[in-house]
């Protein structure tokens, strides 16, 4: 303490002043008591002293706490990738928390483990957990949660704090289209061919309303049957074979060829629509070479000639006799 002079005259009064800092320790006790005490000599060298009632000074005591969360990696684009959640906790009061839980009622969600039990005032700890992204967090394209943070003291009721956070997912809705025939080459008109229309999820979501659609080269052709699909619906990653049929018709005997192309569609759960590029088959009319040497391609192996190719192969034979025999005649009558 200072005093203002250090004589004082009988029946005079001076103020003494002094500062103090609280301590922790007093917001724990919840006041601050102080005793003083004065002493002065007389012009005889007489000390004479005299003491303070001792002056208890109320504080207020607070607790209370704080929560942030944040999430690694930032986003998510695939089904298994582990998110690592951070839950910052701070004691934001002027007294002790202890204990100190954090919850987080997600589905999925990992325990939240921490550092501590206990918090000091002003100090922070990082409580983490782990969550595995689902093929429904892609689907909804984003995953939600709220954490609550709750810390208790010895002044009062436990406080409590909570923080949300929604994390974004990178999704692609995706599909692609790979159509065969199940013939090189086609003999007649009237005969029948296999078309497998093989469809891939490529993205990362779900996809719904999966369905092939068949443009014939020539104007009204259409598919005899299909394409038809074994599955409206494809997980991400995952393929279907789709079938279709188709007679050949006597103007494809004349075009010599028939092209045909495709594509397939579907839509994700969020509304995106996901169509392939388009994809082709040709198979050849009246190509007697590739019909006598053509076996099934897509079932593998030589099948029997159908009618049509049975007569072109007679034919062909026929016409290597007649040549043999003209080429014998020729040599003998040189």
């Known amino acids: 303490p200072t005093c203002p002079s250090a004589t004082l005259a009988p029946a005079k009064t001076e103020t003494c002043t002094a500062t103090y ?59 298994g990738t582990v998110l690592t959640y951070s839950f910052v906790v701070t004691n934001t009061g002027n007294v002790d928390l202890e204990p100190v839980v954090v919850s987080d009622p997600m589905p999925g969600l990992s325990a939240i483990t921490c550092p501590a039990t206990s918090l000091a005032p002003g100090m922070s700890e990082t409580c983490t957990a782990t969550y595995h ?6 689907a909804t394209g984003s995953i939600q949660t709220t954490a609550t943070a709750t810390g208790t003291s010895a002044v009062a009721a436990a406080v409590q704090a909570t923080a949300s956070t929604t994390l974004q997912g990178k999704t692609a809705a995706a599909i692609s289209l790979t159509k065969s ?28 309303t999966v369905k092939v659609t068949d443009t014939q080269s020539v ?10 699909c074994p599955s409206a619906t494809l997980a991400a990653g995952a393929k279907e074979t789709c079938t279709g049929t188709f007679v050949v018709t006597a103007a494809n005997m004349t075009a010599g060829q028939i092209t045909d192309t495709a594509t397939a569609s579907a839509i994700s759960a969020n509304g995106t629509v996901a169509t392939s590029p388009p994809s082709s088959a040709t198979v050849l009319t009246g190509h007697p070479t590739s019909i006598i040497t053509g076996g099934n391609s897509r079932h593998g192996g030589d099948g029997p000639l159908e009618l049509g190719g049975l007569v072109v192969f007679v034919l062909g034979v026929a016409a290597l006799l007649v040549a043999v025999i003209r080429r014998r005649s020729d040599l003998h009558m040189e």
Not at 190 to 206: C, H, P, R, W
Not at 219 to 225: P, Y
């Open 21 to 79: 800092k609280v301590t922790q320790v007093d917001l724990d006790n919840g006041y601050v008591e102080d005793t003083a005490k004065v002493t002065a000599k007389t012009p005889a060298t007489k000390t004479v002293s005299g003491t303070t009632s001792p002056l208890r000074t109320a504080v207020v005591r607070k607790p209370a706490i704080a929560l942030a969360i944040s999430v690694d990696p930032s986003s998510f684009s695939r089904v």
């Open 219 to 228: 104007t009204g052709e259409t598919l005899a049957t299909g394409p038809t």
């Open 133 to 138: 992204v689902t093929a429904q967090d892609l």
């Open 181 to 208: 025939a199940n013939v090189e080459s086609a003999a007649v008109a009237g005969q029948t061919i296999l078309y497998d229309f093989v469809v891939t999820n490529t993205g990362n979501v779900t996809l719904h």
